[in-house]
Structure formats: structure tokens, C-alpha cells
């Protein structure tokens, strides 16, 4: 049996503080050091900081270059940001420090659609370093991309791919419900759609090119759309209520066009309580093609549960790829890991993986 | 650009066929020729075996050999067979010939559930000979594993698992008819059963196999149940018609059981026209975890289209994948081409093959 897989968490939000948690729990895995941005969370235990009633025995760190040199981690997971320009220095940390990296930036999961040139550079370093990359979560990652790629592997052929996912944003806090304009008034919600204080979805584009890229479709363009959902009825959450006539979230679309027709169509309204209004939470994949294909569930997927599995489930994963930079779509999909990890890396190919 | 991908057909009955014609559709791939085991289809063009109204100028040949060394293909299909040790033959041939192979042969997508001996012997083979090997098809290969394990991924835990598939078999021909049952009386089911003329579903054990190993669990012990479906309406199809009381299909199940709780449960009733007694048919997915998932879909993903389709799609995920055998849920996930194939064979990392 190997040594264990010695994991590094950066970021002590809900996702990283989750994230941890797992680690913890997972056979095989040993977190051996936790980075956090917040200067004021320098020193203390992570075992109460991720929600646990006793010390671990493990406090974080806000200086990367020091931890990594005292932990030697195999792989670490980024849970610090969403954007590569944010993300960018820590990676390219890791990578210098030969450590594998997953990062929950939602850019990072295609981030070729938005910086081409980044996305060249990492792989080139990753390479060099012998390293993988690799960026994930449940959306983009995984329900508008993954899932539907993985789907049409049963069509001969496809005219047009239509995911949606509906949430529910009741559980989130102030500033995932300030981002999608919950509590405004439409004109305030046109304000901030122009000042930016609203931004809806963050990732349609890496889903979009994703999906394309993997099945070799040239898209054109890609239209997005965001409207305010009105509510008629009141809704309240721990953190907000809003009455009749303001806004309880934003209804998001982008569509993209191949050789002037719209190919792939991405439709997630986020909002709290839509159940106030009939309106059920749910994934829907909806491929015409040959054969056509349906597949729906609801509830939806948990998003923030969802995101830190796959971080953790796809640790072997990462562990076994090729060094460069990679797309959910590139590495094995992932699978829950219910065993010792250590037993997992390698499957038929553990053999070969020790000569 | 590459030159083309040059692929062999092995089969031309409704699979080989189905996949000969997608062949011959796809850009940046060339069919280069096709190997039937039937003496009577040699020298046939294949244009109008598979259905195309003109010659397409390859004819088949039943003599492996020859044709291996006259077309020198990249990769080949086979869609000769269900079991192990009737692919075994013309899997060691190609391997030898330095040829990638996909086959469709339902024991191939997971080997070792059956004959781990062979998928030791036929991974060192490929390994030895620079090849990748892979078995894949609707189910074993897709439904009711695959996809699973893809859903497994956003889990932090999993209690239990169930799959579902009912299947409407009213297009198939007699000998998948008979392989179920249908137009027998419960009596004549039951000795059907016995002298394993009705032999139900192909593939629990391989799928069961598959989301065990990816997953990490050790299964104990595998229950399979095979019960008539006794019809209790009239039901006809082109090939057969039944009237109440006669069997319209078998109603297979299997449950693996680990640490003596059931933890797979996978249903597969095949039957023909379900609809007559109000049974939709569809493809369900359940999870009971953290987070409990749950998927489905109506109808069901057509099994014979899917399955031509996956081989195909798959041909770019094998001729990037590093030597040996490999299952589904090793290799990137499946994805429609619509593109050039050729365009398709690296993505991020086409420039490291080209190196």
C-alpha cells in the first residue's frame, strides 16, 4: 500500500471549511495543511473552523510558500476564488511546488474560453512540472457541461443540446444573494445588471465551450440573457424577505450559435423559494439528436454538497492524469470514492502505474 | 491535419451494420474494411449490406488475416458476439496486428468480472503490443454503470444504489425475443430457465463489477432473479404475437450485497410493448447518499442506436488512451463527434501527441 495522499485545502469559506471536512473523513487521505486568504484566520485550529467539536490538531496558515515547504503535499484543492486572474498566483505556486492541483474557480474549469493565453501558459508549466490541473464543481463542471457531454455519447448525431437547472437559493447568504439581485426592485436589479452588482450565473461560457470543443462543434457567438424574477407572492430566508413586486433572483440564459442557429441553450434561473410559486428545483438535459435524449431529476443537485465531492472524488483522478492542464471532459469521470483512496489510483492500471 | 483514422468493422449483423454506416458518415474517418465470420456474406459490397442504396466499393472479407494486412486499420470494431471466449480469438488477432480494438461483446466492457485470468493476459497483450482495448456498448457499458458512476461523482457518501431500465423489445428479431422468453408459457419459461435457453439480461455482473471497483466497495455475493412477465393483454409484434397467460418477457433483476446489505440493486425488465399494460418505459438512477440523487428519463435511450453510437464516439477516447485494457469508467467520458474526428483526437493535449 502506498503512503497516504497528503492534500492541501487553500480557502476556509463554506467550500474550503467542507471541503476539509471530507478530507478528514476519507480513508487514504491525509490533510496535512490548510491556507487561507483571511489573515485573521492565521493560526487557529481547522477542526471548529470547518464545524467539527474538537481540535485536529492542523491550524492554518496564510503564508503558501512556508506551508508548502513544511507539508510537501501530493495535491491540493483551491477553494479561494472564482476567477483565473484571482486564482492565477496560487496555482502557479502549487505547480512550481511540483503539487497536483484542483481548483473550484468556476474559470478554471474551461479556462480557454476566457484566457486562452492563461490556460497555454498553466499547461505549459504543469507539463514542465509534471503536474495536473484540473478545474471542477457542480456548475459550470459538471450538470451543464460534464453531464451533457457524457450524454451524447449515445447520439449518432445532434442538432441542438437544451440544459436547465433550476435552484433554490434559500440556504445562501447575503452575498451569493446580492450577486443574483434578490430583495431589489426591477430598476434596481437594471441598475445593478449595469454596475455589475449583479451578475447572475458565473460560467455559462465554460460550459458552452466546453461542450463544444468535446464534441468538435465551432460556435459563433454566444447571446446571454438575464431577467429579474419578480416575485408575486412573499418569500423569506434567515438572511432576507421580500414582498410582492421585488426581485427573488434572476432568470440567466445564454445560447450558442452554430452557423447561425442556436446549438446549445443553458437556461438557469437562480431565486429563493421558486417552490412559493409552483415552481419545482431540478436538472433537465434535453438532447435532439439521434436518438433524442431526456434525463431530469428533481430536487436539483445540492450545489455547494456537490462541489465539494467532486473536488475530493476527483483526487485519484487527477492523481493518475498526464501532467498539463485538464477539462472535466479530458480525465475519467468521476465516481464517488467509498473505499481507501490509495486502492482507488490505478484501478487495472495500478500495476503499470508502480513499475 | 492527420491522415484519416482507418477503422475495421468486425460484424455486419444489426450492430456491425449500424456502426459500418455511422463509419461512413463521420469526417476524418475511413472505413477500410469488414470481417464477417459468415462464410455466405464474402465478397458483398457493404454499401447494401448495411442499408445504403449504392455500392460503397469495400467488400467483406472472412478471412481476418489477410484483410488485417491488405487495410492496415488504426483501431477496429468488433460486433461479433456477447461472451468473452468467443471475442477472445479475433481481440488477440487485432492486438497482435498492432490494432486498437472496441468491442461490443457485453462480456468485454468489465472482463474481470467473468475471466479476470483473460483481462490479465489480454491488458499485458495490449501492453506489450502499444494498444488500448476497450469494451463498451448501451448496457453493460452505459445505463446502468457508467452513468452511475458519473452520478456517484457529486456524492460525499453512498448508502445504497439503484438502476433501473425497462425496455420495450417489440423491433428486435426472433433470436433476442426467444433469449427473453417471449411467446413461452410460464411452464416452458421456467425449463427455459433451466436449460439456460431464456437467459434474461447479458451484463449485471459486469455492471455491478464496474461501479464496485470505480467505487471503491467489495461486493460479498450477487443475487440475480429471472421471473416470467406474464402478459394479460394481447401484444403483437412483426415477429410474434401473445395472447394472456403466455410470457411477454423476463423481469431480471440483480442485487450485490456488501457487508450483508444490499448495496446495488440494477432492474432490467425486457419485455415487448409495456405500454399495453401501462408501463412506461425508461431509465432511472437513485442514489440514497450525501446527496441523494435522482435521475430519469422516458422513453428509454434505444439500445441499438446507442450502442453503435458509443463505439464509435469512443474511437478518439482509445486511440488517446495509454496501452492496455480499460474499461468505460477509466477512459474520458464518452461524447457525440461532430466534428472531424481528427479534430477530436487531443483537445488540450493534441500538441503533446504531436510531439
Redesign the interface.
Known amino acids: 500500500m502506498h503512503d497516504f495522499i497528503r492534500v492541501m485545502v487553500l480557502g476556509t469559506g463554506q467550500m474550503g471549511s467542507g471541503i476539509a471536512r471530507?478530507l478528514l473523513?476519507k480513508p487514504g487521505l491525509k490533510l496535512v495543511g490548510v491556507y487561507a486568504r483571511r489573515k485573521e484566520r492565521r493560526s487557529l485550529d481547522i477542526g471548529p473552523l470547518v464545524g467539527l467539536d474538537k481540535e485536529v490538531g492542523i491550524s492554518v496558515s496564510d503564508d503558501l510558500e512556508t506551508i508548502l515547504k513544511q507539508t510537501q503535499p501530493h495535491i491540493a484543492i483551491q477553494a479561494t476564488c472564482s476567477r483565473v486572474v484571482d486564482a492565477e498566483g496560487e496555482i502557479t505556486t502549487l505547480i512550481r511546488h511540483g503539487v497536483h492541483v484542483i481548483s473550484i474557480a468556476e474559470e478554471m474549469t474551461f479556462p480557454?474560453a476566457g484566457s486562452p493565453a492563461f490556460?497555454e501558459q498553466i499547461?505549459r508549466l504543469a507539463?514542465s512540472n509534471r503536474v495536473a490541473v484540473l478545474g471542477t464543481g457542480?456548475n459550470p463542471g459538471?450538470i451543464l457541461d460534464?453531464?451533457v457531454?457524457?450524454l451524447?455519447?449515445?447520439?449518432?448525431?445532434?442538432q441542438s443540446i437544451t440544459a436547465k437547472r433550476i435552484n433554490d437559493l434559500s440556504p445562501y447568504g447575503p452575498s451569493v444573494l446580492m450577486s443574483q439581485g434578490v430583495g431589489l426592485s426591477p430598476e434596481a436589479f437594471q441598475a445593478g445588471l449595469e454596475n455589475k452588482s449583479v451578475v447572475g450565473h458565473f460560467g455559462f461560457s465554460e460550459s458552452i465551450h466546453m461542450i463544444a470543443?468535446?464534441?468538435?462543434?465551432?460556435i459563433e457567438r454566444i447571446e446571454e440573457k438575464k431577467e429579474a424574477i419578480v416575485t408575486q407572492v412573499r418569500r423569506e430566508t434567515p438572511f432576507i424577505s421580500i414582498e410582492p413586486g421585488q426581485v427573488a433572483g434572476c432568470y440567466h440564459t445564454a445560447v450558442a450559435y452554430r452557423e447561425g442557429k442556436p446549438v446549445i441553450t443553458l437556461i438557469h434561473p437562480q431565486q429563493i423559494h421558486p417552490s412559493l410559486e409552483g415552481i419545482e428545483t431540478g436538472?433537465t438535459i434535453e438532447i435532439k439528436?439521434?436518438?433524442n435524449?431526456?434525463?431530469?431529476?428533481?430536487p436539483e443537485?445540492?450545489g455547494g454538497?456537490?462541489t465539494?465531492?467532486?473536488a475530493?472524488?476527483?483526487i485519484p483522478r487527477v492523481l493518475m492524469a498526464?501532467p498539463?492542464?485538464?477539462?472535466m471532459?479530458?480525465?475519467?469521470?468521476?465516481?464517488?470514492?467509498?473505499?481507501?483512496?490509495r486502492?482507488?489510483v490505478g484501478?487495472?492500471?495500478r500495476e503499470?502505474l508502480h513499475d
Chains 1, 2 share one sequence.
Do not use: R
Open positions: 471530507l473523513e480557454a490556460a499547461n507539463c457542480i459538471f460534464l453531464l457531454i457524457t451524447s455519447g449515445v447520439c449518432a448525431n445532434i470543443t468535446t464534441l468538435g462543434w465551432e436538472d439528436g439521434t436518438p435524449i431526456n434525463l431530469s431529476g428533481t443537485i445540492p454538497q456537490a465539494c465531492a467532486l475530493v472524488n476527483m498526464s498539463g492542464l485538464h477539462t471532459a479530458e480525465l475519467p469521470t468521476p465516481a464517488a470514492i467509498l473505499g481507501d483512496v486502492q482507488l484501478g487495472y492500471k503499470k
